[in-house]
């Protein structure tokens, strides 16, 4: 029988290994710890949270509990464990994290056909199938072996992410569509400030609580990757003069140049979702949405993905990898979780168990099936393979979505519309390929 290593039993790596161990494979999974911890790792327990104890909302009308819908309908061990160890926490699967990892640890050590190995892995055979799901702290060896076989400088080391809104959310009568000078057409949106609207917005910039930075991520940070509330404090022009530039925009409404701009650009072909150009950021999450939708125009912004400033190690996917997760160029060679592109807990493990679907596919001889992109799971697929010179791991999001056919205008009901959708595109899926 074919044997298969998986690098890494944190979420991907024992979503990844249980499936292919329930489809017969054999399997070793290499775990350092506890010979080796990252810095952020503490227990010798697998699929170790290092941070929330929460999957975030559970709801198949949220994009987030969407995507744990799909996984539940794959058979995910971490969804199953999850059930069985929540903690209250309103609409949210939050968890009890130690009985968390002691589920999925268990879940992986009774499956006969999964050898476990406490060592740290430093290179990569190509011949042998392999998926790499060491996390967003993998450094070291096996961090220069995969910028060896993705060719140099698609691994990156530090996510300095600006938040990201989605259209929709978008109050669109407060809003230009206009690049600098008139160069380059219509290209970005732009939220035009008042000098009483730019003075109170800097003042909650300024004010406003920041994210505590553990001590291996406090690094110095390139002066273009500079966190705007740190920029803010040098003084209260400061921005002014930076990201929030209103250089060669004019008003159409007065005529006149604004006080300070924010251009939104385009994160995606469609133009389903924006990022905050420049905006970079370390404040809490709650505090980014309070503070940002002081931005004209940004009132009831729904987040995609917030600014974050963090030690984050993921590969440019739309560079580096084939669109099935194995990275371009070799035969046998698969990433999965947070290093290849996604952000969270349950993407992370979402992906592990699509990176031993593709896997298993070519195992057996056939070209793997892309999934329907209406899935949550699809669209992030889908992400990871659309060219972007920007590109930053992205999570579960509406966002990522494409249209309904029939356009619904009450959000509520277009996300049940999506998710019902997606459900029913998934369904068919896995009744043809399974
Ligand atoms: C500080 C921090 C806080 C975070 N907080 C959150 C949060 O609150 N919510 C959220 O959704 N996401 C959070 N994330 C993102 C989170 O890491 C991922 O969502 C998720 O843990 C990634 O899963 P993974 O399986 O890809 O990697 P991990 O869960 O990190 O698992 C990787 C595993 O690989 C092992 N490993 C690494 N290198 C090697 C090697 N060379 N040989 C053998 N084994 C190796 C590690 O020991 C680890 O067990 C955070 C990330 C960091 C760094």
Known sequence: MTEIRVIGAGL?????????????????????????????????????????????????????????????????????????????AGGALA?????????????????ENIEIRNEEVTSIDPEVPTIVATGPLTEGALAEELRRLTGGDSLYFFDAAAPIVTRDSLNMDRLYSMSRYGLGGDDY??????????????????????????????????????????????????????PMKPVGLRNPETGHRPWAAVQLRREDEEGTMFNLVGFQTNLKFGEQKRVFSMIPGLENAEFARYGVMHRNSFLNAPEVLDGTLRIKGTENTYVAGQISGTEGYMESAGCGMLAAWFLMARLRGEEPVPLPETTMLG?????????????????????????????????KERYAGYASRAIDDLKAYLEENR
Do not use: W
């Open 379 to 411: 669209a992030l697929m889908r992400y990871l393979k659309t060219p972007n010179k920007d590109f930053q791991p992205m999570g579960a999001n509406m966002g990522i979505l494409p249209g309904l056919k029939d356009e619904i205008r009450d959000k």
């Open 189 to 242: 949106l732009n939220a035009f400030f008042d000098k009483a609207g730019y003075d109170s917005f800097v003042e909650e910039l300024i004010n406003a609580e920041c994210a505590e930075l553990h001590a291996f991520e406090e690094q110095p940070v390139y002066e273009g990757c500079m966190p705007i509330e740190k920029l803010a404090k040098r003084g209260h022009d400061a921005i002014r003069y930076g």
């Open 95 to 111: 968890v009890d994290r130690e009985l968390f990892s002691q589920g999925v640890t268990d879940e992986v050590r009774s499956r």
């Open 12 to 88: 991907a790596g024992c979503e990844a290994a249980c499936m292919l161990a329930d489809a017969g494979y054999r399997v070793v999974l290499y775990e350092q710890k506890p010979v080796h911890f990252s810095p952020a790792h503490r227990s010798e327990k697998f699929a170790e949270l290092v941070c929330s104890n929460s999957f975030k909302a559970d709801r198949v009308e949220s994009a987030s509990g969407l995507l744990k819908a799909e996984m539940r309908l794959f058979g995910s061990v971490c969804l199953k464990v999850a059930d069985g160890c929540r903690v209250p």
